[in-house]
């Protein structure tokens, strides 16, 4: 692993261990259910968020707390053997990036967060993308 990867890894890291702990009392524990729990705490932030003048940056901390948390989730349940790996956008931003596409956990959340979308739907869409892509290049 390069250096810049491990710096990746580490940020990914300590946003990860934020969000478990911002979203108590609910328990994000890594498993499958915890995507369900997820979808509960985004309701919850999107509701204190509706009526706060000023959340500009409470939005970014919580996109990015628990885009990596999802992220790390997809990473787990099957995107690193489809070839997917944390990367950084020439804007800096954190993405999941393959060989033949990029996915944005992170825009995921922020959707969820403005326009109720779930995110138990990009879970599943992403790891169906990635096994159908595997399955092309005979990875699975």
Known sequence: M???E???QDI???LCTQAIKEAEPY???YSEKSVAVLDKVLRRHQKELRDKQDKDEEMWQLTSIYGAYIGTMLLSKG???CGYAWNLTKENLLVLQSDA???SPLAKVYHCLCDGERI???YH???ALAREESAKQGRL
């Open 2 to 4: 390069t250096q810049g």
């Open 6 to 8: 491990q710096q990746i």
């Open 12 to 14: 990914v890291l300590r």
């Open 27 to 29: 328990i994000l524990d």
């Open 79 to 81: 995107l690193s053997r």
């Open 101 to 103: 596409r990029s996915l």
């Open 120 to 122: 138990e739907s990009f």
């Open 125 to 127: 869409g992403a790891l």
